[in-house]
C-alpha cells in the first residue's frame, strides 16, 4: 500500500478521516506506524496528499488530511480483455489499474470456459478490492469503469465501439507483427484468451476496424501480455 485510499464514508469532519479493517490492519503490522507519524493518503475520484495519525488503536485509525495534488494522468489506452481464469482476472485488474487505464471490458470468447462467468471473483466486492489494490500500488485515485459483455456478438458490435469513441483499435493475436501503436493519444488494446481468438472472432474484429499486433512467437499468459502491450502503448 503506497497510498492509503478513503473515500466520504470515511471522513467524520473536514479533514478528519477514520478508517478500519484492512487498511488499519496495514497501518498498524505493516507499516508500524504511531501517532504522530505521517502517511501518504487519497480521496477516492479526488486529490492526493499526507495525513498526521491523530488516533490509532483497535476501533480505528483516525487521520488528519491534507490533500494538495492531482493523482497520475491516466494511460492513454482503454483495455478489452477475453474473461480469464480467476487468478488471471484478479492480475489483471490489478496491474491495469496500476498502470492508470480507466476504462476495462470483459468479454466472451469461443476459447473462454463459461464456468468463468460463475466465479465469485467477478463479484462486484471482489472486483473493487483488486482495483483498490492497484491505486494503491500506483498512487492513483480514480476508479477505472468495468464493463461486461456475455456474448463476443455484442462486445464487437456495442461494448468495442463505446470504448473506442472512434480511437484505434489494436487486437493482439498469436502469429502477427510486433505491437507498434505509433504513440496513438488514445486506443484500445483487445486481447483474446492464451489460445488466441477463433477465426469468426478474427473476421468480425476485422470488420470492426482493429487492426492485429502481436508481442512475437511466444504463447503468453494474459496477464503478462497485458501488462507488455500496455507498456509498448504507453510509448
Known amino acids: 500500500m503506497n497510498v492509503l485510499l478513503f473515500d466520504e464514508a470515511d471522513e467524520v469532519a473536514p479533514g478528519r478521516v477514520v478508517v478500519a479493517g484492512r487498511r488499519l490492519r ?34 480505528g485509525l483516525e487521520l488528519e488530511v491534507t490533500l494538495e495534488r492531482e493523482p497520475p ?17 484478479r492480475k489483471v485488474l490489478q496491474q491495469a489499474t496500476a498502470l492508470g487505464v480507466k476504462g476495462i471490458s470483459f468479454f ?5 470456459e463459461k464456468s468463468y462467468w460463475q466465479s465469485s471473483a467477478l463479484r462486484p466486492d471482489a472486483l473493487r478490492e483488486q482495483l483498490l489494490l492497484g491505486l494503491e500500488q500506483a498512487g492513483d485515485t480514480r476508479v ?3 464493463t461486461f459483455a456475455k456474448r463476443f456478438r455484442a462486445f464487437v458490435t456495442e461494448h468495442l465501439p463505446t470504448l ?11 502469429g502477427h507483427a510486433r505491437a507498434d501503436f505509433a504513440r496513438a ?4 488494446i483487445v486481447v483474446g484468451p492464451e489460445g488466441g481468438f477463433v477465426d469468426d472472432e478474427l473476421a468480425a474484429l476485422e470488420r470492426a476496424g ?3 499486433v502481436g508481442l512475437g ?16 502503448a504507453a510509448g
Not at 83 to 89: C, D, F, G, V
Not at 164 to 174: K, M, S, Y
Open 164 to 174: 473506442a469513441a472512434g480511437a484505434p483499435v489494436f487486437a493482439a493475436h498469436p
Open 108 to 112: 466472451a470468447s469461443a476459447r473462454v
Open 73 to 89: 494522468p491516466p494511460h492513454p489506452a482503454a483495455l478489452a480483455v477475453a474473461l480469464p481464469r480467476p487468478p488471471s482476472l
Open 144 to 146: 477505472p469503469e468495468l
Open 210 to 212: 482493429a487492426r492485429f
Open 26 to 59: 496495514h497501518v498498524r503490522e505493516i507499516l508500524r506506524a504511531k501517532p504522530g507519524d505521517e502517511l501518504a493518503v487519497g480521496k477516492l475520484g479526488g486529490a492526493l496528499g499526507r495525513a498526521r495519525i491523530a488516533r490509532l488503536d483497535d476501533l
Open 217 to 232: 512467437p511466444r504463447v503468453l499468459r494474459v496477464e503478462t501480455a497485458v501488462v507488455a502491450l500496455l507498456s509498448r
Open 185 to 188: 493519444e488514445r486506443c484500445v
